[in-house]
């Protein structure tokens, strides 16, 4: 059966872009779909610094767009648009388009990344990249010695604040629930820890700001009917430097669901795409790269690393069909 190119990559993050790169550097014809603008969750990073070999720190969208760059260089094409089923026919992939038609591929890696649950309470959105950040690892040393709020109450929630804890003792933990839902010896450490204060059945429901960045917090208290009764205000404001979100993350998998009569893949219990040590998922000819993937660190270096070993395993898998050695 014909196909438009060999290889295509859904999603232009890291992991996608990296993907392309080493698709088109292998002879393959590689299309890369992209309904926004390449960088995904980079686009947020004022400076990436921990990333080897790039000192001083680049921001995100020059960084995104260097990859992009790479990519086209070595013949990988761009197309901006979505797509909305991956279905496969024989050996090949037909992926239906948001704005229509088809394209096929041999093989297909997905790179559509996961997306933060947010807090959605205003001044998240305004202050997202300025104060408000949703990596420790990535943005935590830019707050040394300050104040520093930290939402959430798991086992991402309870692992960030203690990695920032490393760079200030003034780290607040605000959890809307009683007790924490991460593992019983993370949620011990991070209460025994003299760095986290951690504040139970409370809220952020805004964050504040000044001169372009995070200058406070307002804060609920959840036993607010109790409060209220005795004449207690349940609401207050306190000055933050950071607010650091870890409510969870939502991997974009809906396209290897199965659902419509899509293709379906292997997926864990908090829907991330299962792969072996080839990015291989269980589908034969879908990979997975990157924030879509069950993976233990979740980082820029290892969404690139992902789309660089999928983009070789991808082109063995497509080479074997082709019945040529690899």
């Given amino acids: 059966m014909l196909t438009d190119v060999d290889l295509i990559v859904i999603g232009a993050g890291p992991a996608g872009l990296t993907a392309a790169q080493y698709g088109a550097r292998s002879g393959l014809s590689v299309l890369v779909l992209e309904q926004l603008a390449p960088g995904g969750q980079v686009l947020l990073i004022d400076a990436l610094e921990?990333?080897?070999?790039?000192?001083?720190?680049?921001?995100?969208?020059?960084?995104?767009?260097?990859l992009r760059r790479q990519a086209e260089v070595f013949g990988a094409s761009f197309l901006s648009d979505n797509a909305v089923l991956i279905q496969k026919e024989g050996d090949v992939f037909a992926?239906?388009?948001g704005s229509g038609g088809k394209k096929k591929a041999r093989a297909v890696i997905m790179a559509t990344g996961a997306m933060h649950r947010t807090l959605d309470v205003p001044g998240e959105k305004t202050y997202t990249g300025r104060g408000v950040s949703?990596?420790?690892?990535?943005?935590?040393?830019?707050?040394?010695?300050?104040?520093?709020?930290?939402?959430?109450g798991g086992?991402?929630?309870?692992?960030?604040?203690?990695f920032l804890s490393r760079l200030t003792n003034q780290v607040i933990l605000v959890h809307r629930r009683d007790r924490f839902r991460a593992q019983k010896a993370l949620a011990e450490r991070t209460l025994k820890n003299p760095n986290?204060?951690?504040r139970?059945?409370?809220?952020?429901?805004?964050?504040?700001?000044?001169?372009?960045?995070?200058?406070?917090?307002?804060?609920?208290?959840k036993l607010s009917a109790e409060s209220s009764a005795s004449?207690?205000?349940?609401?207050?404001?306190?000055?933050?430097?950071?607010?650091?979100?870890?409510?969870?993350?939502?991997?974009?998998?809906?396209?290897?669901?199965?659902?419509?009569?899509?293709?379906?893949?292997?997926?864990?219990?908090?829907?991330?795409?299962?792969?072996?040590q080839k990015m291989a998922s269980s589908a034969p000819g879908l990979y997975a790269a990157g924030d879509v993937r069950v993976s233990p660190f979740r980082q820029v270096i290892t969404a690139a690393g992902d789309g660089a070993i999928a983009a070789h395993c991808a082109a063995a898998y497509i080479e074997a069909l082709k019945g040529e050695s690899y």
Avoid at 134 to 152: E, H, L, M, Q, S
Avoid at 207 to 220: F, N
Avoid at 250 to 261: E, N
Wanted: hydrophobic share 35%; glycine share 14%.
């Fill in 200 to 221: 139970f059945n409370t809220a952020i429901k805004e964050i504040k700001g000044e001169g372009g960045k995070v200058s406070s917090v307002v804060l609920e208290s």
């Fill in 95 to 97: 992926v239906t388009l």
């Fill in 155 to 162: 086992d991402a929630a309870c692992d960030e604040a203690m």
């Fill in 196 to 198: 986290i204060k951690v």
């Fill in 134 to 152: 949703y990596c420790a690892t990535c943005d935590g040393p830019f707050f040394k010695n300050k104040k520093i709020f930290v939402a959430g």
């Fill in 50 to 66: 921990n990333y080897p070999g790039i000192t001083p720190g680049k921001n995100g969208f020059d960084f995104s767009e260097d």
């Fill in 231 to 276: 004449g207690g205000n349940p609401v207050s404001e306190e000055s933050a430097d950071g607010v650091f979100i870890f409510t969870g993350m939502v991997p974009q998998t809906a396209l290897v669901s199965g659902a419509g009569g899509g293709i379906k893949a292997d997926l864990d219990e908090t829907g991330y795409i299962i792969t072996d």
